[in-house]
């Protein structure tokens, strides 16, 4: 589509439409590796797609190409897309490898999880469901979104389901909100100070050479161990952190 308010990357595989008043409020756009970005007022919308079959130095490196354009952008920044990745954080039940490398570049970028729940985003008969598909936004941006919720009951013909969400204009006047973990950042971890504390406190966890003899045994070794590794991590990694928030207008569709 060749439309003056159809902005697409490269490969055509994530685009940003514009309407209504964003039309008219726009002021910067452009696209980079795998990913598009237009300026509306004082909020930068990122669309982008990272493909399920890049090799982790491609997924790196698509992954610095959107962090450079976070970095660089002024305002607020909502970013929005598919990066086929599992994390707890917007839902899944495990984090994977993918999942780690996006929560890095969100640590980095101090980049919050709008997702709320663990409604799939993405459903497909035969293959089951999944949350591939994630909005984030920096602070200066994360008071003004609300409403965000994925809209399953609306067919649109594709495995995705529509997200929604709403973004104020002008000054935020929600009230304050509260902050849940979203992980540690890994890549400003202190190996010998990790070491240090699992050595120390691993005293505390009673041994049982020949395994736990009972349901309940297993139960308070598992808690403990869970204890320890969650101790070790906040000893030796800064954490980033997630507002919750109520609820934000602004529509954009990942191809």
């Known amino acids: 589509m060749n439309h003056k308010y159809w ?3 490269d490969t055509g595989c994530c685009a940003i439409w514009l309407r209504g008043r964003a039309q008219t409020s726009l002021t910067q756009k452009g696209k980079g590796n795998c990913h598009v970005w237009a300026k509306c007022g004082e909020i ?15 997924l790196a490196t698509k992954l610095a ?13 909502i970013l929005g897309g ?25 640590t980095r970028c101090k980049l919050v ?8 985003t993405y459903e497909r008969a035969g293959w089951g469901a999944s949350i591939p598909d994630i909005t984030f936004s920096t602070e200066a941006a994360s008071g003004k979104i609300g409403d965000w919720r994925v809209m399953d009951d609306q067919y649109n013909g594709s495995d995705h389901h529509y997200i929604a969400f709403r973004v104020l204009e002008g000054t935020s006047q929600r009230p304050p909100y509260r902050r849940r973990p ?28 020949g395994g736990a003899t009972s349901p309940h045994e297993a139960e308070i070794l ?13 000893a030796s990694m800064p954490q ?3 507002r919750e928030k109520a609820s934000v207008l602004v529509e954009s569709r990942n191809s």
Not at 44 to 58: A, G, K, V
Not at 85 to 104: C, D, F, I, S
Not at 189 to 205: K, N, T, V
Not at 222 to 234: F, I, N, Q, Y
Request: hydrophobic residues 35%.
């Open 82 to 106: 598919d990066f086929n990745a599992r994390a707890l954080e917007w839902g899944m039940p495990t984090t994977n490898p993918r999942g780690r490398m996006v929560l890095e570049m969100a």
């Open 113 to 120: 999880v709008q997702n709320r729940g663990n409604k799939p």
């Open 7 to 9: 902005l697409s990357d």
């Open 240 to 242: 980033a952190l997630e």
């Open 222 to 234: 598992v808690k403990k161990v869970t204890s320890l590794l969650r101790g070790a991590c906040d």
């Open 182 to 209: 979203l992980g540690w950042n890994v890549s400003k971890m202190d190996e010998d100070r990790f070491e240090e504390y699992l050595r120390i406190e691993s005293a505390s966890i009673p041994a049982w050479h």
């Open 65 to 77: 190409n959107i962090e450079s354009t976070v970095r660089t952008a002024t305002g607020g920044v």
């Open 44 to 58: 930068t919308y990122i669309s982008c797609y990272l493909s399920p079959n890049d090799s982790s130095q491609e």
